[in-house]
């Protein structure tokens, strides 16, 4: 499959947080250009592509991570009814669960719709607000608990139901792109170092349990230690109400972070390289970060020199996150551009400012 035929594929399956063993195979069987793929004990999926230029010293190692989980639900009791009541995992958005297709993963897959009461039996003040997630329930066509329990259990995950659809140009949407659009930017920033010089150990990390507190990326940088790490994650694209300075635009390449969360001497080299390869990108300053894998990368051990490289994306934790599919290729080309660039005296002049 091409890179964005596997992006699609990973929006359209399931892998809610710490639960992400479907998402992990589909990115096996789709990673031809790593040298090894293992998973730790976590779960998180390494994908070590060695460096193809040799040096006297050990190669430097760069950790890439983009988290491969993404929000859901969990079934939390059964109606006598037959009506399911679930809670969320993550930030999932309630506003938009309400009439929403999803799946349930119980002894056997199975559709169903979240619903509520209409409006015309609501009272006059809840007419006014969002319905509150204690008031949804999925309704799979069982009218008793008796025959809804043989196929579903407490604890059965929940996910959307959306196909990814192809909007005008090179624009798309569907679930789940927050974050494994950034998966798609690690498969093809390897698939282009294999056109590239390189002497540094690329380790491409797909963590898990970021939306829960990115536990995978705080583990798998333990277990690498880089010398450099690289967090791809996603940021606000540009959309109506929202301020411009406060976004990314689409289709006009990746946004390079700048903050407490990212080392000044590699912004500046990242920003030099987008300008000497014409690649577009926009910068996005963040005074307060932890939101993403740089902050576990970061803070590991002594302290790991930092970037975090953000893909535009509009409607984050909704069914339908929207991007321009350009921006991941120019997202993934910028980090290997980079990549090919280091050397064992830019790493060494990291370590003091």
Known sequence: MSIKDVLIALSENAG?????????????????DADQIRRDKLGNLIMLKKANVKTEKPPVK?????????????????EETGFLRFAPIGGIDQRVLLGQEVEVHGKNKLVGVIGAKP???????ERESSVAMDQLFIDIGFDSYEEAS???????????????VQLQGSYMAGKAMDDRASVAIMLECLKQLNQLNYSADVYAVATVQEE???R??????????????????????????????????????????LGPHVH?????????????????YSLEPATHPGGTDAFAIQITQDGIPTMLISLPLR?????VETLDYGDVKKAARLIALFIAELDEEFVEGLRCF
Request: aromatic residues 4%.
């Open 212 to 214: 829960v507190g990115i």
């Open 16 to 32: 809610v947080s710490g639960y992400e063993d479907q998402i992990a195979q589909l990115i096996i069987d789709n990673c031809p």
């Open 264 to 280: 000044p001497k590699i912004y500046e080299r990242f920003v030099k390289t987008a300008k000497e390869w014409n690649i577009d």
């Open 315 to 319: 409607y984050m934790h909704t069914p």
């Open 119 to 125: 409006p015309h039996i609501q009272a006059p003040n």
């Open 62 to 78: 760069v950790m890439l991570a983009a988290h491969m989980d993404e929000i859901g639900l969990m079934i939390t009791k059964i």
């Open 216 to 257: 995978g990326a705080t583990t798998s940088t333990y277990g690498i230690v880089p010398d450099i790490g690289i967090a791809i994650d996603v940021g606000h694209g540009d959309m109506p109400g929202v301020p411009e300075h406060q976004t990314l635009k689409l289709g006009k390449g990746p946004g390079i972070a």
């Open 150 to 164: 043989k196929v579903v259990s407490i604890g059965d995950l929940v996910t959307l139901k959306r196909s990814v």
